[in-house]
T-cell receptor, first 116, second 110 residues
Framework: DTAVSQTPKYLVTQMGNDKSIKCEQNLGHDTMYWYKQDSKKFLKIMFSYNNKELIINETVPNRFSPKSPDKAHLNLHINSLELGDSAVYFC???????????????FGPGTRLTVL | GQQVMQIPQYQHVQEGEDFTTYCNSSTTLSNIQWYKQRPGGHPVFLIQLVKSGEVKKQKRLTFQFGEAKKNSSLHITATQTTDVGTYFCAGRGRDDKIIFGKGTRLHILP
């Protein structure tokens, strides 16, 4: 009955490869997010997405693309992986209230990506 | 663009001592949230502050939101070893963008 799940938990791959990380939430939330946490533990938002709008952090390279097959899933696809992409990637979800405000975010367990 | 500064970056305290972390935003916030991340874990929501000057308490934790809605603090009284982790503030601006502070890593010395 995990609220926000991610797969895989660990991902080790070579530079230049393309990989995807999957995220699913069973909370009925309408907004999902992807975050990158680097080795210094800084947490940076990459994308937020609901069924109406994709908000992209302008610092995210276009090699990263979110794909949402439905409201419960937001996958992260990364093309041409680089050494600097090594980090922990967290998926999160939250509910958008009627008044336009957001509730708390529920985070997944994270995916540790290592690019060799 | 909007920035959220969080200090200190690291804090070592003796068990039983108090601890405070501060967040300052360059712009007025709609709300601010606080999260705790245990070592090796994921961020877990602690609280959300919305109103100017709001103060909320959770047992030994006290959260404040400044009158101008540009700063916030988290104070822990009489720290325990279970308080170890990184505490993040996350400010949501009026454009709905979320900015996380860089976090304060709390170490407890027994």
């Amino acid at each position: 009955d995990t609220a926000v799940s991610q797969t895989p938990k660990y991902l080790v791959t070579q530079m230049g490869n393309d990989k995807s990380i999957k995220c699913e939430q069973n909370l009925g939330h309408d907004t999902m997010y992807w975050y990158k946490q680097d080795s210094k533990k800084f947490l940076k938002i990459m994308f937020s997405y609901n069924n109406k709008e994709l908000i992209i952090n302008e610092t995210v390279p276009n090699r990263f693309s979110p794909k949402s097959p439905d409201k419960a899933h937001l996958n992260l696809h990364i093309n041409s992986l680089e050494l600097g992409d090594s980090a922990v990637y967290f998926c999160a979800s939250s509910r958008l209230n009627r008044g336009g405000s957001y509730n708390e975010q529920f985070f997944g367990p994270g995916t540790r990506l290592t690019v060799l | 663009g909007q920035q959220v500064m969080q200090i200190p970056q690291y804090q070592h305290v003796q068990e039983g001592e108090d601890f405070t972390t501060y967040c300052n935003s360059s712009t007025t916030l709609s709300n601010i949230q606080w999260y705790k991340q245990r070592p090796g874990g994921h961020p877990v929501f602690l609280i959300q502050l919305v109103k100017s000057g709001e103060v909320k308490k959770q047992k030994r934790l006290t959260f404040q939101f400044g009158e101008a809605k540009k700063n916030s603090s988290l104070h822990i009284t009489a720290t325990q070893t279970t308080d170890v982790g990184t505490y993040f503030c996350a400010g949501r601006g009026r454009d709905d963008k979320i900015i996380f502070g860089k976090g304060t890593r709390l170490h407890i010395l027994p």
